[in-house]
């Protein structure tokens, strides 16, 4: 592809580009309805190259991490959501609007459109008798196939109406637009789809639609069919070689090809006649007659004193449910209203007194928020934006002064020469700041439109400032909401304490009934110990803060597991024929853990031990003093059984919350909640097989008088 010499590519705004004011009309209309779907919307913008081209642009914004789909527009409308076509639309109407008219270009702009629905419709048709996979695809194709001449016509108009004039032929068009302007048109347009779709080849259908059939006889699909197409849909072609290039690729005959343009001029004419467009015959040929005249001028007038575009932009803002949807529905509005597509968006926090990094329309968003502005004077652009509470600019001499470091790393994110501040402030507050990267001071969408970035910024503060105070009124709600449940939480607390009271009385006169059988005094305290435990629990659903705190308590952990294994003979070895042997450590340091947290750490360790050996087998538990690791003084307590072991792929997966392997009635959590209690003790805890079979679990915590 040619390098685009004049006209830089990369600073086409496609959202200037000119669109049939009919079919605007009626879109605005159609976002104006309650009940409007997706559909709805995509027949109308399927009527319509340059609002088709302006969706996929902004889909391809970094900001919807890049459309790539081509295939299904209606997808990539419910991706955009209805407030973000109709601000399309808004803003389509009020720069069409304000535009220069021209007779000439308003008849140019109908013959345009009626060339690209009739290529769009043949596309349609030759897919669906060709078998091509998705007629979709290959109608947006055929839609968008003169892009690039809508491009310089925007661009160039009076200059570019001479070349049309001139041209009677493609190669006679493609050599003046080469000549002229460094690149055809079909070369724009098939770099800006590149662009949009890079996994499609409806960027290299457009770049060789003009190509003769016998070069592209064995490429792409898609190709063939735009070729021929649009062959089929420009009048200048001639027949009998036309005739030739569809039998060559299709078979097709004469006769069929008269069928099927028929057809198509057909559908042409009910859609125009649809949207109020009239068509009539000049000679032979078919002209359109009142796209962009003066009427359509008129209703586009009315339509643009009637939304006065920042009140309707204020009163239906993007959708965006918190701060951070915000800041990036500004980002989307900036490029969507005055083609800023390079910004970023910075918010000022009052406790860091720094303007932090929060969305951006570039690549590397990521990156975007680890930078920090410190809001001091003469320091950078930014800050002083917000400081002196007004738009600035590095082509200001006045702020040449000021430009740092840090203004030159934001030009090589926004590979961009220059930047603008867009300070976003009122009376009393500083909320944030906007950047934006330009090419120069005569940018798209800077040069004149202070005035109107004024009241954007302005708009832009109320939408801030009113979802902050949505947000501190649901925060009052919630404040009440949450004091109204702790009264109902410590009403069932001290409903659910009484009849514990009730349990561990009635125990106290059973320990006395049995005051000569010890074994049965031991588990009746077992019992009260648990009992205490349950009351602690519900005792715990009444804190405001849900994590558990860690008590530096002692706890004796060898008497903590004589308790235990004391309740587990009783209630699990002695029905699973699992014998237990214990090997605690004499006088053992007692570690500085909470008793409850360590109590659950070894319930859950001996109840995967039973698990691991229902036909019977022994549990073996010890302790041990003084292990040193890394200078530090732990105690280490080891449970290990003799079932078949763990496998390679459970070991390296132990510790994460899986599905359990232990059927239905396990969550597979009780490893996950062991690890996470022992590491909030300050210990350690790993797993291995046992060369005698088994596995062995072992973890350690931290000796009382070392920390």
Request: hydrophobic share 40%.
């Amino acid at each position: 592809m040619a390098t685009l010499s004049i006209m830089n590519a990369t600073q086409i705004d496609v959202g200037k580009l000119p669109v049939v004011p009919q079919v605007l009309l009626k879109l605005i209309e159609a976002c104006h309805k309650v009940d409007v779907s997706y559909s709805e919307l995509e027949e109308i913008i399927k009527q319509d190259a340059s609002l088709c081209s302006k969706m996929l642009a902004v889909g391809n914004s970094p900001l919807f991490h890049q459309w790539k789909n081509v295939e299904d527009l209606n997808r990539l409308l419910v991706v955009l959501g209805v407030d973000t076509i109709k601000t399309i639309a808004i803003t389509s109407v009020v720069q069409q609007f304000f535009s220069q008219f021209n007779a000439d270009i308003g008849k140019q702009m109908g013959a345009f459109w009626k060339q690209s629905l009739t290529c769009a419709y043949m596309m349609k048709s030759l897919a669906k008798l060709t078998g091509y996979e998705s007629t979709d695809e290959a109608y947006i194709t055929g839609l968008l196939h003169n892009l690039g001449q809508l491009v310089y016509l925007r661009q160039y108009s009076d200059e570019y109406l001479e070349i049309l004039s001139r041209s009677h032929t493609d190669e006679e068009l493609d050599g003046q637009e080469r000549e002229r302007y460094g690149a055809t048109g079909t070369e724009v347009g098939a770099y800006l789809l590149k662009k949009w779709t890079p996994e499609s080849f409806v960027s290299d259908a457009i770049l060789f639609q003009h190509e003769p059939s016998e070069r592209i006889f064995d490429t792409q699909p898609l190709i063939k069919l735009l070729n021929l197409a649009h062959k089929l849909s420009d009048s200048s072609t001639n027949e009998t070689r036309l005739i030739e290039e569809a039998d060559r690729l299709y078979g097709l005959t004469q006769p069929l090809l008269d069928e099927m343009r028929e057809t198509v001029s057909q559908q042409v004419k009910e859609t125009a006649g649809a949207y109020g467009i009239k068509i009539d015959h000049q000679g032979d040929k078919e002209v359109v007659q009142n796209v962009d005249d003066e009427n359509a001028r008129l209703e586009l007038a009315k339509l643009a004193r009637g939304f006065a575009l920042f009140g309707s932009h204020d009163a239906e803002p993007q959708a965006a449910d918190d701060e951070n949807g915000i800041w990036r529905a500004l980002l989307l509005d900036l490029g969507i209203l005055f083609g800023f597509n390079k910004a970023i968006a910075f918010k000022y926090s009052r406790e860091s007194g720094q303007l932090h990094g929060i969305a951006a329309s570039i690549e590397g968003e990521e990156q975007v928020r680890k930078v920090q502005i410190p809001l001091t004077g003469g320091r950078s652009l930014a800050a002083e934006s917000a400081l002196e509470k007004k738009i600035l600019t590095s082509f200001d001499e006045q702020q040449l002064e000021l430009t740092s470091v840090l203004d030159q790393q934001l030009r090589r994110a926004f590979d961009s020469p220059q930047l603008v501040c867009l300070p976003l402030v009122d009376a009393t507050n500083i909320f944030g700041v906007l950047v934006v990267g330009l090419e120069d001071e005569k940018s798209t969408g800077f040069k004149g439109n202070k005035t109107l970035l004024t009241q954007f910024l302005h708009a832009s503060v109320n939408r801030i400032a009113s979802l902050r105070l949505r947000a501190q009124e649901q925060e009052s709600m919630l404040e009440e909401q949450r004091a109204l449940q702790t009264l109902k939480v410590n009403k069932l607390v001290h409903e659910a304490n009484n009849p514990l009271g009730v349990i561990k009385n009635y125990l106290k006169v059973l320990s006395l009934k049995l005051s000569d059988d010890q074994s049965a005094n031991e588990q009746l305290d077992v019992i009260r110990d648990e009992i205490d435990r349950v009351a602690g629990i519900v005792l715990r659903m009444r804190d405001d803060d849900d994590q558990q705190s860690v008590n530096d308590d002692t706890v004796d952990i060898n008497q903590l597991i004589t308790d235990l294994i004391g309740l587990f003979r009783v209630s699990m070895f002695a029905s699973h024929g699992i014998k237990d042997r214990l090997q605690l450590a004499p006088s053992l340091a007692p570690v500085t853990s909470h008793r409850n947290s360590l109590k659950q750490v070894l319930t859950n360790l001996m109840k995967n031990a039973v698990e691991a050996m229902p036909d019977g087998g022994e549990l073996q538990v010890s302790t041990q003093d003084n292990v040193n690791l890394n200078g530090t003084t732990y105690v280490q307590v080891s449970i290990a059984d003799t079932g078949p072991g763990l496998s390679a792929d459970a070991l390296s997966k132990l510790f994460s919350p899986i599905k359990s392997s232990k059927g239905k009635e396990h969550a597979g959590l009780g490893l996950t909640i062991a690890k996470n209690l022992i590491t909030d003790l300050d210990g350690s805890i790993s797993c291995r097989n046992r060369e005698k079979g088994g596995a062995e679990f072992i973890f350690i915590l931290p000796r009382a008088e070392s920390t």
